[in-house]
């Protein structure tokens, strides 16, 4: 069992930065990792992930150039940096890992194991 804790949401105004992050109660090594995303009346949508080894990362076409996902050295906190805020990028970011998911399911969310509780991020115009 791996418990993930969101946290760094905030409202914004278009073009800010924000960071947010997902504290996992034991260390990622091995895992792979993911962002995933939901508007209010929207289904949940791909952001980022990373691959078990790290080799290899995608993004979702909307976020691509503007957002990273990250893991700190310690490996027990990942990241997402967005970069260049837009208003439609205002959603509820959550976390999730797993450390079976091999590298042609990092997109789909059913993949993984175990999420986080989801932190809002609000970007105003």
């Known amino acids: 069992q791996v418990q993930l804790v969101g946290s760094g949401g905030g409202s914004v105004q278009a073009g800010s930065s924000l960071r947010v992050s997902c504290a996992a109660s034991?260390?990622?090594?091995?895992?792979?990792m993911a962002w995933f995303r939901q508007a209010p009346g929207k289904e949940r949508e791909f952001v980022a992930a990373?691959?078990?080894?790290?080799?290899?990362?995608y993004y979702g076409d909307s976020v691509k150039g503007r957002f990273t996902i990250s893991t700190d050295n310690g490996k027990n906190i990942m990241y997402l940096q967005m970069n260049s805020l837009k208003p439609e990028d205002t959603a509820a970011y959550y976390c999730t890992v797993g450390n079976r998911v091999i590298t042609s399911s990092l997109r789909s969310q059913t993949a993984y194991d175990f999420w986080g509780q989801g932190t809002q991020v609000t970007v105003s115009s």
């Open positions: 034991r260390t990622l090594s091995g895992y792979a």
């Open positions: 990373r691959s078990r080894t790290g080799g290899y990362t």
